[in-house]
Nanobody, 125 residues
Framework: QVQLVQSGGGSVQAGGSLRLSCTVS????????LGWFRQAPGKEREGVAI???????RHADSVKGRFTISKDNAKNTLFLQMSSLKPEDTAVYYC???????????????????WGQGTEVTVSS
């Protein structure tokens, strides 16, 4: 039903910027929610940013003002623009989709059933 393929990521110094991309293939015309999540070593997966079916976004407090989730509808590509990166942003980042989600902006990984392969982001000091 859904395929998500990620690109981007890598290593960057603190204060730098990176952009993550996620191409989304969905075999339904119905609305769905997209999100970015991350998982650091020894920690649970946490929500970073959500874009619901109406185009409304929510960003976790830890990244608000630094990260921006967006979508290029023509290319069906989800982005996470990251700036002012901090060492604590180091994690594996995943894009995800939740079919049947329309208005939700909950940063809850358990609500998302389709996942990209993940890409590592390392921020050095």
């Amino acid at each position: 039903q859904v395929q998500l393929v990620q690109s981007g990521g890598g290593s960057v110094q603190a204060g730098g910027s990176l952009r993550l991309s996620c191409t989304v293939s969905v075999s339904t015309p119905n609305g769905y929610c997209l999100g970015w999540f991350r998982q650091a070593p020894g920690k649970e997966r946490e929500g970073v940013a959500i874009l619901n079916a109406f185009g409304t976004t929510r960003h976790a407090d830890s990244v608000k003002g630094r990260f921006t989730i967006s979508k290029d509808n023509a290319k069906n590509t989800l982005f996470l623009q990251m700036s002012s990166l901090k060492p604590e942003d180091t994690a594996v980042y995943y894009c995800a989709a939740a079919l049947g989600c329309r208005m939700s902006l909950r940063l809850n990984a358990e609500e998302y059933e389709y996942w990209g392969q993940g890409t590592e982001v390392t921020v050095s000091s």
